[in-house]
């Protein structure tokens, strides 16, 4: 089974700062997906990559297969971001769930 | 607008009973899924379903039921054998199993 772990577990930055969120993973994997999830509960899907680098906005995402490692990155960060971040992935040709992590709570002071 | 709606928001239950969540979706995916989230842990997997009538267990599905007789409704029971419900529980979709997911609000549930 996957074992999923991110860096830091708690974040505090000010405004404007380059903020960036690491998660490993201890198998090989088909899929991994960053998630934002708000103080309500509610979780929005941010990206899903296997390879190479993705980008929306002020949020990247890139991975390296080999190392087995992801980072999101959030470029001019703004209190809005203030949020939990979830790195999860799907392992191999499994056609269940996904495999979490514990998560990155993320808090950007103006 | 497409999205999945889970109902209620927050639910109590009494001790011994048993308790259905809510999840639907106008998304027309095929897949759906339950997860659990506990305060310092990761969500954990407790069903999924893949196509309508067929449903399989996750890494927690001791003390919980599926059903999923229609495409756009996947609801979660919870049983009096689970020994400890008290959770956030989220409902997902997606196309296929290696497609992004969407998800519900989210549902609190708490023991009485």
């Known amino acids: 089974k996957n074992e999923v772990e991110q860096s830091p577990q708690n974040l505090t930055a000010q405004e404007g700062e380059f903020i960036t969120i690491n998660c490993s993973y201890s198998?090989?994997?088909?899929?991994l997906h960053w998630l934002q999830q708000h103080p309500g509960g509610g979780i929005v899907s941010l990206f899903m990559?296997?390879?190479g680098k993705k980008k929306h906005g002020r949020l990247i995402a890139t991975i390296n297969i080999q190392e087995k490692h992801s980072s999101l990155h959030i470029t001019a960060s703004h209190p809005r971001d203030s949020a939990v971040y979830i790195c999860?992935?799907?392992?191999?040709?499994?056609?269940?769930?996904?495999?979490f992590g514990k998560g990155t709570h993320l808090i950007i002071q103006p | 607008d497409g999205g999945i709606t889970q109902s209620p928001k927050y639910l109590f239950r009494k001790e011994g009973q048993n308790v259905t969540l809510s999840c639907e979706q106008n998304?027309?995916?095929?897949?759906m899924y339950w997860y659990r989230q506990d305060p310092g842990q990761g969500l954990r997997l407790i069903y999924y379903?893949?196509?309508?009538?067929?449903?399989q267990k996750g890494d927690i599905a001791e003390g919980y039921s599926v059903s999923r007789e229609k495409k756009e409704s996947f609801p979660l029971t919870v049983t009096s054998a689970q020994k400890n419900p008290t959770a956030f529980y989220l409902c997902?979709?997606?196309?296929?199993?290696?497609?992004?997911?969407?998800f519900g609000d989210g549902t609190r549930l708490s023991i009485l």
């Open positions: 990559l296997s390879s």
């Open positions: 999860a992935v799907r392992s191999g040709g499994g056609a269940d769930g996904l495999t």
């Open positions: 997902a979709s997606s196309w296929g199993y290696n497609q992004p997911q969407h």
């Open positions: 998304l027309n995916h095929d897949a």
């Open positions: 379903s893949q196509i309508v009538n067929d449903f």
């Open positions: 198998v090989g994997i088909s899929a």
